[in-house]
């Protein structure tokens, strides 16, 4: 009976110790690039909570004007810091709304123009309610319609003296209504004020920053596996 000698072609031995920090290292390498897609995450849903919080703190509830105004100011891999703001950072100032400033952190609230707007809600709802939305605020259109020179229903300013005390009285300023039978005027708008005491009403800083720590851990996490299968 023969007999078959096995031959060891090759013996093997490997340190996985260099394979493991090799791992390591790569895996480090990717922290800059989860660290910020975890932020950027995290700061889109955190605007989107302001928005949804928007309803129950501002009075009348928000426009579509400051409803869209939240700018996020993304990170990246080389600059981790991360913002979200109702103020434009670039020069785009068509872009702020500084009036939130007031809401946030309390204030005196200056006219963006001259004068502060403020309806008298018994007469926009009476006279003029197609311009009157159900959170209480006025329509651009109303404005426009009421600048028109010679429109003969609307007009800005403050009545010709028909009472000696109306002549220059800077608390009569407004848009007016003149009633087309009886020529009766009712003030729809005053604009008799500059500015005026804003309370904090919208604690938007503290509502975004609780939101931002509940959830950025979860999506840290989500954001480095994800950078692990794809490097």
Same mark, same amino acid.
């Given at each position: 009976?023969?007999? %078959?000698?096995?031959?060891?072609?090759?013996?093997?031995?490997?340190? @996985?110790?260099?394979?493991?920090?090799?791992?390591?290292? =790569?895996?480090?390498?990717? $922290?800059?690039?989860?660290?910020?897609?975890?932020?950027?995450?995290?700061?889109?849903?955190?605007?989107?909570?302001?928005?949804?919080?928007?309803?129950?703190?501002?009075?009348?509830?928000?426009?579509?004007?400051?409803?869209?105004?939240?700018? %996020?100011?993304?990170?990246?891999? @080389?600059?981790?810091?991360?913002?979200?703001? @109702?103020?434009?950072?670039?020069?785009?100032?068509?872009?702020?709304?500084?009036?939130?400033?007031?809401?946030?952190?309390?204030? #005196? =609230? =200056?006219?963006?123009?001259?004068?502060?707007?403020?309806?008298?809600?018994? #007469?926009?709802?009476?006279?003029?309610?197609? @311009?009157?939305?159900?959170?209480?605020? %006025?329509?651009?259109?109303?404005?426009?319609?009421?600048?028109?020179?010679?429109?003969?229903?609307?007009?800005?300013?403050?009545?010709?003296?028909?009472?000696?005390?109306?002549?220059?009285?800077?608390?009569?300023?407004? %848009?007016?209504?003149?009633?087309?039978?009886?020529?009766?005027? #009712?003030?729809?708008?005053?604009?008799?004020?500059?500015?005026?005491?804003?309370? =904090?009403?919208?604690?938007?800083?503290?509502?975004?920053?609780? &939101?931002?720590?509940?959830? $950025?851990?979860?999506?840290?996490?989500?954001? &480095? $596996? &994800?950078?692990?299968?794809?490097?």
């Amino acid at each position: 009976m023969g007999r %078959v000698r096995c031959f060891t072609l090759i013996d093997i031995k490997y340190d @996985f110790t260099k394979a493991g920090a090799d791992l390591a290292k =790569k895996a480090e390498d990717q $922290i800059p690039f989860a660290t910020s897609l975890a932020i950027n995450k995290t700061l889109g849903l955190t605007r989107q909570h302001i928005k949804e919080q928007m309803d129950t703190y501002i009075e009348g509830g928000p426009t579509g004007h400051t409803r869209r105004g939240m700018r %996020v100011y993304a990170t990246s891999k @080389f600059d981790q810091v991360g913002a979200i703001t @109702f103020t434009a950072m670039a020069s785009d100032s068509s872009k702020d709304r500084g009036y939130m400033k007031e809401l946030m952190y309390s204030g #005196n =609230k =200056k006219a963006r123009n001259d004068r502060l707007p403020e309806p008298v809600i018994k #007469n926009m709802k009476k006279f003029a309610p197609r @311009f009157f939305t159900p959170r209480g605020n %006025v329509s651009r259109g109303f404005y426009n319609m009421a600048r028109k020179k010679g429109h003969k229903q609307y007009f800005i300013g403050i009545p010709k003296p028909g009472k000696k005390h109306w002549k220059g009285n800077h608390n009569l300023m407004g %848009v007016w209504r003149r009633d087309p039978a009886s020529g009766k005027l #009712n003030m729809m708008i005053s604009l008799k004020r500059s500015s005026r005491q804003q309370r =904090k009403t919208f604690p938007a800083p503290e509502l975004a920053r609780k &939101f931002f720590e509940a959830n $950025i851990d979860r999506q840290y996490r989500e954001a &480095f $596996i &994800f950078a692990i299968r794809t490097m």
